[in-house]
């Protein structure tokens, strides 16, 4: 029987592995070296609250006077430490409240913040994501799986309150399957509460700077905030028990 003889496909050569986990983990790299050079530079020694304090009447001005620029680079710069994982969350979103107001202010922080939360979703799915999904044992497939069916009420709770790190709930997803879409979502209206809530001490730092006083960085764990919040999460969660229960009548009527 005459015919073309059977290729066989060549193994990439070491070099070519090598190039690809390197351009595969390129975005990580990139975002690792932000947040190295972060604190190589000592730039995280200019931003506190010592800096806004004395600088507050300059920044005021500024922004008055060039509004759409202002919006603009904070909605980048609080993209762009999300993004690096930067230390810098609650004094920018304090930041926002004091020079657009609670409402602007914190609508541009929940914008910002659920850019960087995507790229960094997307730069730990590039990397690692299918990688650590096809080595994972049977405990986190399950995991995965229990993730994925209920990935929005989930993802809701671990933003609505915060019981990890942001940057950590910012991972942890691209390594669980979560699709995009869903993962938008849920940091987009999960951080909104909390956010408001640190915006709207922003917007009154006027007064604390200028009685000499520090803002109350703890209250959203006060019990008459962190309260209503909890509640939301708790609400969340009722559709995951409602799914439960129902699979679990459905399989006794089913025996």
Same mark, same amino acid.
């Given at each position: 029987? !005459?015919?073309?003889? +059977?290729?066989?496909? +060549? &193994? $990439?050569?070491?070099?070519?592995?090598?190039? !690809?986990?390197?351009?595969?983990?390129?975005?990580?790299?990139?975002?690792?070296?932000?947040?190295?050079?972060?604190?190589?530079?000592?730039?995280?020694? =200019?931003?506190?609250?010592?800096?806004?304090?004395? /600088?507050? &009447?300059?920044?005021?001005?500024?922004?008055?006077? /060039?509004?759409?620029?202002?919006?603009?680079? =904070?909605?980048? #710069?609080?993209?762009?430490?999300?993004?690096? !994982?930067? $230390?810098?969350?609650?004094?920018?979103?304090?930041?926002?409240?004091?020079?657009?107001?609670?409402?602007?202010?914190?609508?541009?922080?929940?914008?910002?913040?659920?850019?960087?939360?995507?790229?960094?979703?997307? #730069?730990?799915?590039?990397?690692?994501?299918?990688?650590?999904?096809?080595?994972?044992?049977?405990?986190?497939?399950?995991? +995965?799986?229990?993730?994925? +069916? /209920?990935?929005? /009420?989930?993802?809701?709770?671990?933003?609505?309150?915060?019981?990890?790190?942001?940057?950590?709930?910012?991972?942890?997803?691209?390594?669980?399957?979560?699709?995009?879409?869903? =993962?938008?979502?849920?940091?987009?209206?999960?951080?909104? *509460?909390?956010?408001?809530?640190?915006? !709207?001490?922003?917007?009154?730092?006027?007064?604390?700077?200028?009685?000499?006083?520090?803002?109350?960085?703890?209250?959203?764990?006060? $019990?008459?905030?962190?309260? *209503?919040?909890?509640?939301?999460? #708790?609400?969340?969660?009722? $559709?995951?028990?409602?799914?439960?229960?129902?699979?679990?009548?459905?399989?006794?009527?089913?025996?």
């Amino acid at each position: 029987m !005459s015919g073309a003889p +059977e290729t066989i496909p +060549e &193994e $990439p050569s070491a070099p070519q592995v090598k190039k !690809s986990v390197f351009k595969r983990l390129l975005p990580l790299l990139i975002l690792g070296a932000g947040l190295a050079a972060f604190f190589g530079l000592g730039l995280n020694d =200019y931003v506190s609250l010592d800096t806004l304090r004395d /600088n507050r &009447e300059a920044l005021g001005a500024w922004v008055a006077a /060039n509004l759409a620029l202002a919006v603009g680079i =904070y909605v980048l #710069a609080y993209a762009l430490s999300t993004a690096f !994982s930067l $230390p810098t969350g609650a004094l920018l979103t304090l930041t926002g409240g004091f020079l657009f107001g609670t409402w602007l202010g914190g609508f541009l922080t929940v914008i910002g913040a659920t850019i960087g939360a995507s790229v960094v979703f997307l #730069a730990a799915k590039t990397a690692l994501g299918d990688v650590l999904r096809a080595k994972a044992g049977g405990a986190i497939r399950k995991m +995965e799986e229990g993730f994925r +069916e /209920n990935a929005f /009420n989930y993802l809701l709770v671990l933003r609505l309150v915060p019981l990890f790190p942001f940057f950590v709930v910012n991972l942890a997803p691209a390594f669980l399957g979560v699709p995009l879409r869903t =993962y938008v979502a849920a940091t987009f209206i999960g951080i909104i *509460p909390g956010t408001f809530v640190y915006a !709207s001490v922003g917007n009154g730092l006027g007064a604390i700077f200028a009685a000499g006083q520090e803002p109350d960085l703890g209250i959203i764990f006060k $019990p008459e905030v962190l309260g *209503p919040i909890v509640a939301l999460a #708790a609400l969340s969660l009722v $559709p995951v028990f409602y799914k439960k229960i129902k699979a679990r009548s459905a399989g006794k009527a089913g025996a």
